[in-house]
């Protein structure tokens, strides 16, 4: 290749002409010495390498202190070596200037170093003819230093564009026109538009309309210069969907006119929906809360912060401020402020729900309430809280307690009923065994009353026959003998009429009788024997009792066989009392009540039930046969009334008989 021919450039001289006979040799040898010095200054100072090689032979003539110090090797080992030793890697014969006719003008290349490592540099090659022979000039400048920060230039691009391409955020650069000069993978997938979407498009084509003027107003801001730190817009997707989107916007600046903006956003529609919903849901959540129909207070601190309207009805409040900002514990009634205080001044943890409680609170105007609360630990406006829900169960305590009441009521009625059962049972048991008893008796006495007539008529005969004899000591004896005889038979023909008289319930004459009248006789007639025996009578008659429809006889008869009974158990003295009263039951007719009380040694327990048995007595033999209250049991019944005893050994007994006004029609 031809060597570069360049033309010196000026130097600022003007060279004489050596083949002017004017010219002074000893000015021109002056001249020539200053040029060659002040190309030799320039020659040791640039900063390029320079070579000066011989171009028949390739071997390096001169070299610059710079060329000495790329190359690496004592500038006394340079000169006179082959360039391709140190300067240019080619071989021999392949020289690219001398042999190959290239020309060499600023072009990338590379020097091999006397250690033989091989550097970029630039070179410039050109030709000159010194004592007569061509040389060639080599000016070469290291660029490693460029490509290294060239290199790092586009790995810190290619960071940046990898950066850019896989950032989750919408990134975008548009002209002071509006036409979008970069978008990144994330804004192309959002937006749903392709490359060839976007070289079509403007700012403004994709931002929603309602967001035109906004967006509008802030992009002039921003091309004024102003850097915006938050931006909220909506764009338009290809597919027609609204992006909610929020980011930061600035603009780049150039000789102080506007080139890009550059936007980043991140996409908030997702976001934008929950916090609808979330909106939406606490606004039903609020809804619910105010309208629910159950008392709703929430408290932190001790203080309430919220209250329902049903909580503000609860307590009889006109407004929700006469409640929140009350302290708690005003509520509460004084029995159960310790308690619950002791639980509200606990911290409060989340998603605790305390169990079922019945407490009582103080309404405004002084009442006191019963409710069942149960607290949940919530965060209320940023703080721990305790949202407590109450419901008002003072009617249904009343309610209980009457329920309670009615209970215990009922289940007195049930041992009131139970008992009656068991006693008319037992009176059932009693008239059935006293109508076996009856059948039994007829029997037997009428049995024994045909002999018992014969032995006193036969007594009577040998009476009279007796006394007609002449009167001695033996017949007096024998008269002493029949005497006690027909005694015997008359007490026992007394008997017999008595279970006669039990068995057939001989017939009852009823008229209109006062039972006050009848007691006060009976009474009379047993002063005599109750003041012998210290026995006192507290007589207690209603004189208001109506008249009953009774045999007069037979009831005295009655009454005196239960105050003898009365007066045989005191037989050192007491008290019998004796009472007459109305009785009026629901849904049953009014029945007179006589009661005789006595303070005497009682009946035991295993004996109540025989007392009404014939023969039955706890007196000694032959101080009566114990038919009185078999008897006057029979009589009561005719009456269609009832007898009944109570007793407890030691604390006397109690004989109630009871008798109805009318008698059924026969």
């Known amino acids: ?57 390739h071997t390096i ?29 080619a071989d021999a014969g392949n020289c690219p200037i001398t042999d190959l006719g290239q020309t060499v003008d600023s072009s990338k290349r590379t020097l091999l170093k006397a250690n033989g490592e091989v550097i970029p540099i630039t070179k410039t090659v050109t030709s000159i003819t010194l004592h007569g022979r061509l040389h060639l000039v080599e000016i070469f400048l290291d660029i490693s230093g460029w490509e290294r920060t060239e290199e790092s230039l586009k790995e810190s691009e290619e960071r940046c564009r990898d950066l850019f391409e896989n950032a989750n955020d919408l990134i975008q650069s548009v002209d002071p026109k509006g036409h979008f000069l ?9 937006m749903g538009y392709t490359d060839k979407d976007i070289a079509r498009l403007r700012i403004f084509d994709i931002i929603a309309p309602t967001s035109q003027d906004h967006c509008l107003t802030i992009f002039q801001r921003v091309m004024s210069g102003e850097r915006i730190k938050r931006v909220d817009a909506q764009f338009v997707a290809k597919d027609g969907r609204i992006i909610d989107l929020e980011g930061s916007v600035n603009c780049n600046f150039v000789d102080g006119k506007p080139v890009a903006t550059r936007n980043i956003f991140r996409d908030i529609t997702e976001r934008k929906r929950i916090e609808t919903e979330l909106q939406q849901s606490e606004e039903r959540y609020r809804r619910l809360v105010d309208n629910a129909p159950e008392a709703i207070l929430v408290h932190s601190e001790g203080t309430y912060v919220y209250a329902n309207g049903e909580a503000l009805r609860l307590f009889g409040a006109d407004r929700p401020e006469q409640l929140v900002g009350q302290p708690v514990v005003a509520t509460l009634h004084p029995n159960y402020r310790e308690i ?21 609170m103080v ?18 406006q940023g703080k721990p809280a305790v949202q407590v829900i109450f419901r008002d169960i003072t009617e249904r305590k009343l309610v209980e307690k009457e329920r309670e009441e009615w209970n215990r009521t009922l289940e007195r009625k049930v041992e009131e009923k139970t008992r009656h059962l068991k006693e008319a049972q037992a009176k059932l048991i009693q008239s059935e065994k006293m109508a076996a008893l009856s059948e039994v008796i007829s029997g037997a006495s009428h049995e024994l009353n045909n002999p018992l007539a014969g032995i006193l008529g036969a ?32 007490r026992c023909q007394k008997i017999v009429e008595d279970l006669i008289r039990f068995s057939t319930q001989a017939r009852c004459f009823f008229t209109q009788v006062d039972i006050n009248e009848v007691l006060r006789d009976t ?27 009774g045999d007069f006889v037979k009831l005295f008869e009655v009454f005196a066989n239960v105050l003898q009974n009365a007066a045989s158990a005191m037989p050192d003295g007491g008290t019998i009392e004796v009472a007459t009263r109305l009785l009026k039951a629901y849904a049953k007719p009014p029945q007179l009540v006589v ?9 035991p327990a295993h004996n109540l039930g025989k007392i009404f048995d014939p023969f039955f007595t706890t007196k000694p033999v032959g101080k009566g046969p114990g038919l009185g209250l078999t008897v006057s049991y029979g009589i009561v019944k005719k009456h269609n009334g009832d007898i009944e005893v109570k007793s407890n050994v030691g604390k006397g007994a109690k004989v109630t008989i009871t008798l109805p006004l009318r008698q059924p029609s026969s």
């Open 340 to 360: 619950v205080m002791g639980r509200v001044q606990q911290p409060e943890q989340a998603e605790i729900v305390t169990p079922l409680r019945e407490i009582k």
């Open 61 to 89: 003539v001169d070299a610059n202190p710079r060329a000495v110090e790329l190359i690496g090797c004592p500038r006394g080992k340079i000169i006179g070596s082959v360039c391709h030793k140190f300067v240019c890697p």
């Open 523 to 549: 009474l009379g007639a047993m002063v005599a024997q109750f003041t012998q025996t210290a026995i006192t009578v507290s007589w207690q008659p209603n004189p208001a009792l109506p008249r009953i429809e």
């Open 459 to 490: 007594i009577q005969l040998l009476r009279r026959s007796t006394l007609s004899k002449p009167i001695e000591p033996a017949l007096m004896d024998e008269i002493d003998v029949l005497e006690n005889i027909e005694s015997a038979a008359t």
């Open 1 to 57: 290749m031809a060597p570069t021919n360049k033309p010196a450039k000026s130097t600022g001289r003007t060279r004489p002409k050596l083949q002017d006979s004017a010219v002074d040799p000893a000015q021109v040898a002056g001249l020539l010495e200053e040029s060659q010095q002040y190309l030799a200054t320039i020659f040791a100072a640039v900063h390029d390498g320079i070579l000066v090689i011989d171009a028949a032979t």
């Open 595 to 603: 009661t005789i009380r006595d303070t005497g040694c009682g009946i």
């Open 363 to 380: 309404r405004f105007d002084g009442a006191a309430i019963d409710v069942e609360a149960v607290g949940t630990s919530i965060t209320y």
């Open 182 to 190: 970069y978008v990144n993978r994330a804004w192309k997938e959002t």
